[in-house]
């Protein structure tokens, strides 16, 4: 019988995990949030080309424990250096309860407008990060799809409510 070292059966693991990415975002796989959720997080984006276009960032979630209730709005913040703001939801839009059983996914939309690159009106977006309904627990990723642009102190962005992704 042949055994395998300890060493690399741990390294086998590790690679599994980090295997299981996010496409830039945190390791949401081991993020517990309150809401109930430990998520896997996937971005995919239709960035805005320059200033003035609208642009979206979807954000799919994949359930990796037992059953999960998503009821409501991600919370959604831009951060630009120290400064943070938050993205309106979409007002036009009614959220409805999901449940997602384990490996089930739903997605967010933010919709932006670009700003201009180092505008007065515009806000040179580093990350974004999303907290589910009712949780403390927040995810990341990366924000690679140009400056938003500004109403005042408020991004010219709104976020829909979770609604069920099909596989």
Known sequence: MRTTPLAVTALAAALLLTACGSNGGDDGDKNKADAGCTLGVDVAAGAAPAAGDSGNVTVTVTNRDAKCVL?????????????????????????????????????????????????????????????????????????????????????????????????
């Not at 949780?135 to 010219?156: C, I």
């Open 71 to 167: 009821n409501g709005f991600p919370a959604v913040d831009l951060l630009a250096g120290g400064d943070s703001k938050t993205v309106p939801t979409d007002k036009s839009a009614k959220p409805q309860k999901l449940t997602l059983a384990k490996d089930a996914t739903a997605s967010f939309t933010i919709t932006y407008t670009r700003g201009g690159t180092g505008g007065k009106q515009s806000l040179p977006v580093k990350t974004a990060k999303f907290t589910l309904p009712g949780a403390t627990a927040g995810h990341s990723f990366k924000w690679s799809y140009g400056e938003v642009a500004l109403q005042g102190d408020t991004p010219n962005a709104s976020v829909t409510p979770f609604t069920q992704a099909s596989d």
